[in-house]
């Protein structure tokens, strides 16, 4: 089977668990035995990161403006990546490239679906070229689609509102990767992020609203007197909230116990987890948290908003759920940091969970299942001969 896979960055400091989620699909298709192909733009594309990728067939194309990943047409080169592909998996929405490989997918009969990774709904900046993008080619593209992947029920919800047929969707949750998280310390990260050797509450995301950070500190303000020990730490790169959450920390009360280290390291995360009390996901919004899979392969007791699309939490009770208000997460670090016992009886019970159904080994199988599918109910694969196929290393080689 070949798969193209379309995503905007594969710098994860830009794409956040959307890059991240790609990253791990990919490699665990290539591990099953597909024939992955990924195009995408050249933003934070290292040579670390393509050895990462060393079994997919990647066409980076030059971003020739980095606010709205406008990339370089080079048509030549996206239409041999979609000829030498049965299907085409699109990640994201509101982007320019998803709109050059559609065009080539459509007019070549290669049957695509679309994994929206929140985007369907219009919200945040630029709402209306958002609305302008869905107008002229959003909408055609939701209805000419073979499948939608969402990563909640909530998101399946969202596309049966905007009138998509629930039978062509499926529900495919984020994964994790439990090999990366069953290592030795990384480093003295005490030393090498300028913590305190205290008790800390872990944040680890963007610093940015949709994320909640600042819910978090307002909570943290309510709490800490009561636990004098407990300090705050912010892991994430900014993105518009840094500046507002550092004055915050500096008010009476607050003084040397909310940290800031930017963004940390990926080989370091296990290492930060691990020494962290507990791991905080303070989200307004957010399709799947791929933090709570992380803590979870840590064993680290975790406290998440309800709009964090993990409902699994809460059922097996293996963490704490509150809504997303500064009272609600006031409280619910008010239980958490309550009963040590229960810490970690919770903790071991999302190691568990995580464990037996959100792996990548799991979440892969899922995804070869539905490509499966949808390539069994389409009439419109191509027969490409087999030498075409040789010209993908070249033509990765020629983009500039």
Wanted: a negative charge; proline letters at 5%.
């Amino acid at each position: 089977m070949r798969v193209l896979i379309v995503l905007r960055t594969l710098d994860p400091k830009i794409g956040g668990g959307t890059t991240e989620r790609t990253f791990h699909l990919c490699r665990e298709l290539v591990r099953k035995g597909v024939n992955v192909n990924l195009i995408t733009l050249d933003l934070g594309l290292d040579e670390e990161r393509r050895q990462a990728l060393s079994g997919v067939n990647i066409l980076a194309l030059p971003c020739l403006w980095k606010r709205f990943y406008f990339p370089k047409f080079l048509l030549s080169k996206i239409r041999a990546f979609v000829l030498l592909s049965d299907v085409v998996h699109f990640v994201g929405h509101w982007s320019v490239l998803n709109l050059l490989v559609w065009r080539e997918a459509r007019k070549y009969e290669v049957p695509f679906l679309l994994n929206p990774a929140g985007e369907f709904k219009i919200v945040g900046r630029s709402r209306p070229l958002k609305q302008l993008f869905d107008f002229f080619f959003g909408q055609r593209m939701k209805e000419e689609a073979k499948g939608y992947l969402a990563v909640t029920a909530q998101e399946k919800e969202e596309f049966t509102q905007q009138g998509l047929n629930p039978l062509r969707c499926d529900i495919v949750p984020n994964g994790v990767d439990p090999e990366q998280f069953n290592t030795q310390p990384t480093c003295d990260l005490y030393q090498k992020y300028h913590l305190p050797r205290k008790p800390y509450l872990f944040f680890m995301g963007r610093l940015e609203p949709i994320k909640g950070p600042d819910l978090l500190l307002e909570a943290f303000v309510q709490i800490a007197n009561d636990f004098s020990e407990i300090q705050l730490v912010y892991g994430g790169a900014d993105n518009g909230l840094l500046s507002t959450l550092q004055r915050k920390a500096k008010e009476p009360g607050l003084q040397g116990r909310v940290h800031f280290p930017g963004l940390i390291a990926y080989d370091d995360r296990e290492t930060v987890y691990r020494a962290a009390e507990a791991v905080v996901i303070p989200s307004r919004r957010e399709m799947m948290s791929l933090v709570v899979l992380e803590a979870g392969l840590c064993r680290r007791p975790v406290l998440l908003t309800s709009t964090c699309g993990f409902e699994a939490l809460e059922e097996a009770e293996a963490g704490w759920t509150v809504e997303p208000t500064v009272e609600g997460l006031a409280a619910g670090l008010q239980a958490l940091l309550a009963s040590a016992e229960e810490q970690a009886l919770r903790a071991e019970r999302l190691e568990q969970l995580v464990l037996a159904e959100y792996t990548w080994e799991v979440i892969g199988q899922r995804h070869l299942e539905i490509y499966s599918r949808l390539l069994s109910k389409s009439d419109a694969n191509l027969e490409i001969s087999e030498n075409e196929s040789d010209n993908l290393t070249q033509i990765n080689k020629s983009a500039a």
